[in-house]
C-alpha cells in the first residue's frame, strides 16, 4: 500500500516534469523559474535513490533537454565546416607553428604572420549568397550537412539579404557565429539557461515570426565555397566583410610571433567580463591565403588554425568512488565518481584518472579530497590529492589485473618506438568477446564520422544490448522493428524513423566502412590512405584470404603498427564472421579512381633525402594532386626514385639494381612544369 502511493507520487511529479520540460527546451518558454524546476528534479531523483523500485524513462536522471525537432531538411554543405584543434599553453602553439614550419620545410625568410580574434560562444552557420542575394543558410550540422534555417537567419539584421557591390564574388559561401550580447540575454535569462542556449533554442524556432523576437547578432569570420573571391589574407576579407555590410569582431588583430599572441591572450582573458559577448578562447589563422592553401587540412581540422582556449577552471571535491570503463579497443580507464561540484557553470559529476600510472604517480584513493580541473571541451580531471584531509583508514587503489567486463588477463603493450610500456592497460580479448568491448564497438560503428546513423545514439545501443537486439554490427540492419514498437517510449512514427535512417546507411563508402570497423591505430586518416590503395572491400577482405598483409607496408603512411593492427583483426574468427555478414547486408562503395588527367597520371614515386625549400608532405600532395601515387619501398612497381640531400644509399642501390629512374629535384619539379 506504501509502495502504490509512492509511485502514484513519483508519477504525478514525472507529469509534471514532462510538461515544465516541454515548456523549457522545446517551446522555450518556461512557465516556472529555474530554482522550481531544479527542485522538481532533485525531489524526483531523490525519490528514486529511496525506493530503487521507481523507474521511468521520462525521469530527469535519463533525460536531458527534449527531442529536438525534425522539421528542418537537411543540406550538404558545399565546402565541409571543419573544427579546430585546441591548443591551452604557450607549449601547444610553439608546437602549432613548429608543425606549421616543418610542413613548409622551414623555408628561409618565412615569418607567420597571424590573424587573430575571439573565439564567440556562440552558433556555427552558414550563408550562401548568389549574384550577392542571400539564397540559404545552413547550421553546421556534423560538418558535412546542416539544416536549412535560411528563414530563421533572414530575421537577423546583422545578415544583408542584398549586397550591391562590384567586387562582391559572383556565389560565396560566409560562415560565422550567431549570437546573443550578454547585455540582451538579461531579459532572456528566465527563458534560457546561458546565451549559448538562447541562441541555439531560437535558431531553432519552428516559426520565423518568433525567431524575429529574439535579439540575435553575427559576426562573419571566415567563407567555405567562393566563385571569384578575390583577396589574399584573412586581413583582406575580414575589410572586405565590413565593406559589403557584414559585422566583423571588433577585437580582430593581426600579430606576428608566439610571445605576442601569449601577451594579447592574456590581455583578452582578463577584461572578458568587460566584453558584451561569451567567448571560450582566441583563434589563430595564418593570414596568408597561399600559405593556407599549401598547408590544407588534416581529416577535420585546417593545419593552419588554432583555437587558444581560455585557461582551466578548477574546484574542489571528493571522490566518492573509482570505477573502470572499457572502450573499445580494450582500453581501461579510471574514473573518479566525485562529489558534484559547479567548474565554470557546469556541474561535475566525473573526473577522468587517466591510467593506472596516474593513479599511483599521484597515489589517488577513494575518499580523498582532491582538486578538479576542466579546461575548455577537454574532460575533466584530479590535478593533486590533498594529503592533509586524507583518513587514517585510506587503502591504497589496486588497479584490476583482469578485465572487469569479461575476466580476461589485462596487459600492456610494448611500445617499440618508446622500448617502454605503455602506460595504458588492457583487456586481452579480441573482438567481441568482451561485452563492454563490444558495446563501445557498435557505438562506434554508429557514430557520426562513421555509419552515422540518425537518431541511434549511445543510450539506444545500451539498450538494444540489453534487450539482445543487437549483439553484433550486422544486427542493425536486421532488427525485429515489431518488437522496437512495442518497446516504452518508441510508437510507428518513431520506429518508421529508425528504420529509415538504417536503410539510408547501407550504402556507405569504403573509408567510413573501414574506420567504422574500429581497428586499434586505424583512424579516419589511416582508413582514407588503406581504401585509396585498396579501392574495394573485396580487396580488403583478400588481405585475410591471401595472407598478404605485408603488401600493406609499400602503402605510404601505414607502418607496422597499423599492419600488426589488422592483421590481429583478421585473424580473429568473429571479426571475420561480422564481415562476411555486413558484405552481404550492405553496398560498399568502390574508391574511384584518382583524376587521371594529371601530368604524373600512372607514375609512381618515392623519395629518399631531404628536399630543398620544400617538406616531404607538401612534396607528397604535389604528386597526388597531379595524379601521381606514392609508394613507401623499392620495388618493380616504382617508376621513379627522387634524391635530396644526404639520401639513403640502399635505395638508391635497389633502385639501380631495378633499373628505376632515379631523378634529381630539379628534374622532378620539371616534370611538373
Not at 557565429?177 to 540575454?185: A, L, M, R, T, W
Request: glycine share 6%; with cysteine.
Amino acid at each position: 500500500m506504501i509502495d502504490e502511493k509512492i509511485s502514484q507520487k513519483y508519477l504525478e511529479k514525472i507529469k509534471l516534469f514532462k510538461k515544465y520540460n516541454k515548456h523549457y527546451y522545446d517551446l522555450n518558454k518556461p512557465i516556472i523559474d529555474d530554482h522550481e524546476f531544479d527542485k522538481l528534479k532533485l525531489e524526483i531523483i531523490n525519490l528514486e535513490k529511496k525506493n530503487k523500485f521507481l523507474k521511468h524513462k521520462d525521469s530527469p536522471s535519463n533525460s536531458v533537454g527534449f527531442k529536438p525537432s525534425k522539421i528542418f531538411k537537411k543540406v550538404k554543405h558545399k565546402t565541409a565546416m571543419l573544427s579546430l584543434g585546441n591548443a591551452f599553453s604557450q607549449e601547444d602553439l610553439l608546437n602549432f607553428e613548429k608543425k606549421i614550419l616543418n610542413f613548409l620545410n622551414n623555408e628561409p625568410g618565412l615569418n607567420i604572420e597571424y590573424s587573430v580574434e575571439p573565439k564567440i560562444d556562440g552558433i556555427s552557420a552558414s550563408l550562401l549568397y548568389k549574384d550577392g542575394k542571400f539564397v540559404t543558410g545552413l547550421s553546421r550540422g556534423d560538418g558535412k550537412e546542416g539544416e536549412d534555417i535560411t528563414e530563421n537567419l533572414k530575421t537577423i539584421k546583422d545578415i544583408p539579404h542584398k549586397i550591391i557591390k562590384k567586387d562582391f564574388p559572383e556565389e560565396i559561401d560566409i560562415r560565422g557565429e550567431v549570437f546573443i550580447q550578454n547585455s540582451d540575454f538579461k531579459n532572456l535569462i528566465n527563458k534560457f539557461a546561458n546565451p549559448r542556449n538562447a541562441a541555439s533554442g531560437s535558431l531553432r524556432q519552428k516559426d520565423s515570426k518568433e525567431t524575429e523576437k529574439i535579439p540575435l547578432k553575427f559576426i562573419a569570420y571566415t567563407f567555405g565555397y567562393e566563385k571569384g573571391l578575390e583577396v589574399s589574407s584573412q586581413e583582406d576579407y575580414l575589410k572586405k566583410l565590413k565593406d559589403w555590410g557584414f559585422k566583423t569582431n571588433p577585437l580582430n588583430k593581426k600579430i606576428k610571433t608566439i610571445e605576442d599572441l601569449m601577451k594579447n591572450y592574456n590581455e583578452i582573458e582578463k577584461k572578458r567580463d568587460q566584453i558584451n559577448f561569451d567567448i571560450d578562447g582566441i583563434v589563430y589563422k595564418v593570414n596568408s591565403f597561399a600559405l593556407q592553401k599549401r598547408l590544407g587540412n588534416v581529416a577535420n581540422a585546417p593545419r593552419w588554425a588554432i583555437a587558444h582556449k581560455f585557461s582551466a577552471n578548477s574546484s574542489i571535491s571528493k571522490i566518492e568512488s573509482i570505477e573502470i570503463q572499457i572502450g573499445r579497443t580494450g582500453a581501461l580507464t579510471p574514473v573518479a565518481k566525485i562529489k558534484p561540484v559547479n567548474i565554470g557553470g557546469v556541474v561535475v559529476s566525473n573526473a577522468t584518472l587517466h591510467n593506472e600510472e596516474e593513479i599511483n604517480r599521484k597515489d589517488i584513493r577513494i575518499g580523498d579530497t582532491v582538486i578538479i580541473e576542466r579546461a575548455g571541451d577537454v574532460i575533466p580531471h584530479v590535478i593533486s590529492v590533498d594529503l592533509k584531509l586524507r583518513g587514517k583508514d585510506s587503502k591504497k587503489f589496486n588497479f584490476p589485473k583482469n578485465c572487469p567486463s569479461c575476466g580476461s588477463k589485462t596487459v600492456k603493450d610494448f611500445n617499440l618506438s618508446t622500448k617502454k610500456e605503455d602506460a595504458v592497460r588492457r583487456c586481452s580479448s579480441e573482438g567481441y568477446e568482451c561485452e563492454k568491448m563490444a558495446i563501445e564497438k557498435i557505438k562506434h560503428f554508429v557514430s557520426k564520422e562513421a555509419f552515422n546513423i540518425d537518431g541511434f545514439g549511445k543510450k539506444i545501443v545500451e539498450n538494444f544490448w540489453k534487450l539482445n537486439l543487437i549483439k553484433l554490427p550486422q544486427d542493425l540492419f536486421k532488427l525485429d522493428y515489431t518488437k522496437i514498437e512495442s518497446l516504452e517510449g518508441w510508437g510507428k512514427q518513431s520506429v518508421a524513423n529508425l528504420k529509415y535512417s538504417i536503410n539510408q546507411k547501407k550504402t556507405i563508402s569504403f573509408e567510413k566502412f573501414i574506420y567504422a570497423l574500429g581497428i586499434r591505430h586505424i583512424g579516419l586518416e589511416n582508413a582514407k590512405i588503406i581504401s585509396k590503395n585498396l579501392k574495394s572491400l573485396k580487396n580488403f577482405i583478400n588481405l585475410s584470404k591471401k595472407k598478404n598483409f605485408d603488401n600493406l607496408i609499400n602503402i605510404d603512411g601505414i607502418g607496422q603498427t597499423q599492419i600488426n593492427s589488422i592483421k590481429n583483426f583478421f585473424e580473429n574468427s568473429t571479426n571475420l564472421y561480422v564481415l562476411k555478414n555486413l558484405e552481404k547486408l550492405l553496398i560498399v562503395k568502390n574508391v574511384e579512381n584518382q583524376r587521371a588527367d594529371g601530368i604524373l597520371n600512372n607514375k609512381t614515386f618515392m623519395f629518399t633525402g631531404k628536399l630543398l625549400n620544400m617538406s616531404r608532405s607538401e612534396a607528397k600532395a604535389l604528386i597526388e594532386q597531379n595524379s601521381g601515387s606514392i609508394v613507401s619501398n623499392v620495388t618493380k612497381k616504382l617508376d621513379y626514385l627522387i634524391v635530396g640531400e644526404k639520401p639513403t644509399n640502399r635505395k638508391i642501390d635497389a633502385a639501380k639494381n631495378l633499373r628505376v629512374k632515379i631523378l634529381d629535384q630539379s628534374s622532378w619539379l620539371k616534370m611538373l612544369k
